[in-house]
């Protein structure tokens, strides 16, 4: 079995209407919408809700169904261009909730209520809509570079956004808790396309590979026979290679992480945050057990040590 060498939330969303995703829950009641958001379409952000405040849980749901729905905008819609019409909803919708003047679908209520009560940053949420609208454009990637620029506007800027929840903005600490958030959300992105590898493999509208070409392309993956379903033995294998190298470079991010987390001490308050990287250890510990055969069911369904793993976590402050 091979082992990692140390140093070394796209999990397939269920596809729904936009116009039913803007009534249920109605804009009577945002808080409700956004948590049954991310409820339906992201566990463990779920889980680690427990772990925010009550006073901040309102902007953390917010802003975690914020993501959830543009993470879902491939899946729920035909063609590019419909695509590309649902950011623009969206980069105007920042650009009223920045002004006072969101429109009336729950999200942006909830995202206005977050921006007046902890003044997050629309650059932040923009950042997110450009990083998707272009992943809509280019949905994968040749290099690690790409990618790992790809996450830092996506999964590591959305950690960025949660920081004013639970950390003062002029803590003396900022700049290395930004510096070890980035690193876990690149770990998360990672993580998250190995976890819909299978997926976009053999269900999704538009099959793709979602591994970097430079990394299939270095273990000899035909990248043909891998997505007609009918590769032989020795390209499964190949794959599973690729795998390993892609699962290396996640666990890579989340030990630098780990280091970063250590240097500044494990503040308590700022924890929560760290709390995704609980479900990206369980997952590349799981993939290295069944050695990095991505098509294992173990590491297909959710763990269900994943909520005791997570409170430990909270507790002793380490991930």
Not at 67 to 88: D, I, K
Not at 111 to 123: D, G
Not at 172 to 199: E, F, K, M, N
Not at 292 to 309: A, M, Y
Request: proline share 6%; glycine share 2%.
């Amino acid at each position: 079995m091979k082992r990692f060498i140390p140093k070394c939330l796209t999990v397939r969303l269920g596809r729904r209407s936009y116009a039913q995703a803007a009534t249920q829950g109605g804009s009577s009641d945002p808080l409700a919408y956004c948590r049954n958001v991310v409820n339906q379409y992201d566990y463990e952000s779920w889980l680690c809700s427990y772990f925010y405040s009550r006073d901040v849980q309102p902007a953390y749901f917010a802003l975690k169904a914020f993501y959830v729905e543009l993470a879902m905008v491939p899946e729920s819609v035909s063609n590019t261009t419909l695509g590309l019409m649902r950011m623009q909803f969206w980069r105007d919708t920042i650009k009223g909730v920045a002004n006072d003047a969101p429109p009336r679908h729950p999200i942006a209520l909830a995202l206005h209520q977050a921006k007046r009560q902890f003044n997050i940053q629309p650059y932040h949420l923009t950042r997110i809509i450009d990083a998707r609208e272009e992943e809509l454009r280019n949905p994968t990637h040749q290099t690690m570079a790409s990618l790992t620029s790809h996450a830092e506007s996506t999964s590591s800027t959305l950690l960025y956004a949660l920081l004013p929840l639970v950390s003062p903005p002029n803590s003396s600490i900022s700049h290395d808790i930004h510096h070890a958030a980035s690193h876990l959300g690149i770990s998360q992105t990672i993580v998250t396309l190995l976890r819909a590898l299978p997926y976009h493999l053999t269900t999704a509208r538009n099959k793709t590979l979602v591994i970097p070409s430079e990394i299939t392309a270095k273990h000899g993956v035909n990248q043909e026979l891998i997505l007609r379903g009918n590769a032989p033995e020795e390209q499964r294998e190949r794959l599973q290679e690729a795998v390993y190298e892609f699962a290396c470079a996640a666990n890579d991010q989340l030990l630098t992480a780990r280091e970063m987390w250590e240097k500044i001490g494990r503040p308590k308050d700022v924890m929560p945050i760290f709390l995704p990287a609980v479900a990206v250890s369980s997952f590349l510990t799981r993939l290295e057990r069944v050695n990095f055969n991505i098509f294992h069911l173990d590491v297909q369904l959710k763990s269900w040590k994943l909520p005791w793993q997570i409170y430990t976590s909270y507790l002793r402050r380490k991930f």
